[in-house]
């Protein structure tokens, strides 16, 4: 399993071997000795979604209010779509920084996002699935968003493609609209859930808050 830090701190690629013959694909997408190297503790898993999308959709940005906010192991099951990851922590030294990986079912590369940063993504095909692992539940009152037409973020979205956004994420507010409503995690808070994490992991305890 081959990792590396992405742009934005905290989160990382991580591309597993793929094993192809006459009868498809094996790949084992998470692992967690790999992942406890590069990341200090375990995912502890509350949650697993699926989501299938059209081409041209985006969905996102989405955060969580941290702590305990909600961090995010993604892999493209289907199709092919363009991850990206925004460091919305305000306090942050790469506040408002964005990066993007394309995931696909060819080569299941996967992302890994901490507690605290923003996540979308854009399908490349139709029939796109996108499989996560969530360290915490569905909360509906401590998830939040941004629109991703922010022209201040400027994300990487294709100019030849007919985007479809959700009502909620075409209304959603910019990072700066965000800020000033007090909407976004605290880089200070987010920084001490990720210490604790790998403290108890460390001391062979768990924690939840």
């Known amino acids: 399993m081959d990792v590396r830090e992405l742009a934005v701190p905290d989160a990382y690629e991580f591309v597993p071997p793929t094993f192809p013959d006459r009868r498809g694909l094996f790949a084992a997408p998470y692992q967690q000795g790999p992942f406890v190297e590069a990341i200090g503790h375990p995912l502890a898993v509350a949650q697993t979604n699926n989501s ?17 906010g909600q961090a995010k192991y993604i892999y493209c099951s289907r199709g092919a779509l363009l991850d990206i990851v925004v460091d919305v922590r305000v306090g942050s030294p790469t506040f408002g920084t964005w990066d993007a990986v394309r995931l696909d079912s060819t080569g299941l590369h996967c992302v890994y996002l901490a507690e605290g940063l923003g996540h979308a993504f854009l399908a490349l095909e139709d029939d796109t699935v996108m499989t996560y ?66 403290k108890a992991e460390s001391t062979g305890s768990t924690t939840t808050g």
């Open 133 to 198: 692992l969530c360290s915490t539940g569905y909360a509906p009152a401590a998830e939040h968003g941004i629109t991703p037409l922010d022209p201040e973020l400027d994300l990487p979205w294709p100019s030849d493609m007919e985007l479809v956004l959700s009502d909620r994420d075409t209304a959603a507010p910019t990072l700066a609209q965000a800020e000033a409503d007090g909407l976004l995690p605290d880089y200070r808070d987010c920084v001490a859930r990720y210490e604790r994490l790998r």
């Open 52 to 68: 299938v999308s059209c081409r041209g959709t985006v969905r996102g940005i989405h955060f969580r209010d941290t702590p305990p």
